[in-house]
């Protein structure tokens, strides 16, 4: 069976220190990878996806990039965090058109 | 106008009740139709999902499609406190070739009481 993986799960991050958020997924091979970001009450937001390695579209202009080096791991990061990138990141894996979430990322920027 | 409408609630039912959560859209493209619950502080997880109109049960969940409507719902029979969750609906057009890009709903909270 597949899984998806994160982490970690928590982080408190000072205002423009550098991000990293890992996503692996295992069980499956060439997914397309999503991350999501979720913000206190309000929806899901994508950020980015990947249908291939080394293959990245952005959705929303922002501070953050990602990246996929391997099949089955995707990579959010950025250099310098903002207090607007606190919420809630979430990876996500799909093959057809249903896409399963990962546990998510809680980012606090301070 | 949002492309998906879905009442935030929250949404209070005694234990044993059919809960109705409903989410209506613009785009008459969407032909792939989800659930998802969260659970405070969880990623979502996938109920149900379907592509055609008519009903799909799935033990005490159903969801259900009206193209025509653009409208879709998931019943929840006898509810249970464990079902207390925010419920998302999403749907996407369907392509070839490409990732699958959803559109959610911004979530239903339930909250199922003793």
């Known amino acids: 069976s597949q899984t998806i993986h994160q982490w970690p799960a928590t982080l408190v991050q000072p205002v423009g220190s550098p991000l990293s958020l890992e996503c692996t997924v295992e069980g499956t091979s060439n997914p397309n990878l999503y991350w999501y970001r979720q913000a206190a009450g309000r929806g899901l937001q994508l950020l980015f996806y990947?249908?291939?390695?080394?293959?990245i579209s952005s959705e929303v202009p922002q501070n953050l990039s990602a990246s996929r080096p391997q099949d089955r791991q995707f990579i959010l990061s950025s250099k310098k965090l903002l207090l607007s990138d606190s919420g809630f990141y979430l990876c996500?894996?799909?093959?057809?058109?249903?896409?399963?979430f990962g546990p998510g990322t809680r980012l606090t920027v301070t | 106008q949002k492309e998906v409408e879905q009442d935030p609630g929250p949404l209070s039912v005694p234990e044993g009740a059919i809960v109705s959560l409903n989410c209506t859209y613009s785009?008459?493209?969407?032909?792939?139709f989800m659930w998802y619950r969260q659970y405070s502080r969880k990623g979502p997880e996938l109920l149900m999902y379907t592509y055609s109109s008519g009903n799909k049960e799935d033990g005490r969940f159903t969801a259900q499609v009206d193209k025509s409507s653009k409208y879709i719902s998931l019943f929840i029979r006898d509810s249970q406190p464990s079902d207390s969750a925010t419920y998302l609906c999403?749907?996407?057009?369907?392509?070839?070739?490409?990732?699958?890009?959803?559109?959610f709903g911004t979530g239903t909270r339930l909250q199922v009481t003793l």
């Open positions: 785009n008459s493209a969407f032909q792939y």
């Open positions: 990947s249908v291939g390695i080394g293959q």
């Open positions: 996500a894996w799909s093959v057809r058109y249903e896409q399963y």
């Open positions: 999403a749907m996407s057009v369907i392509n070839t070739g490409t990732a699958s890009k959803l559109t």
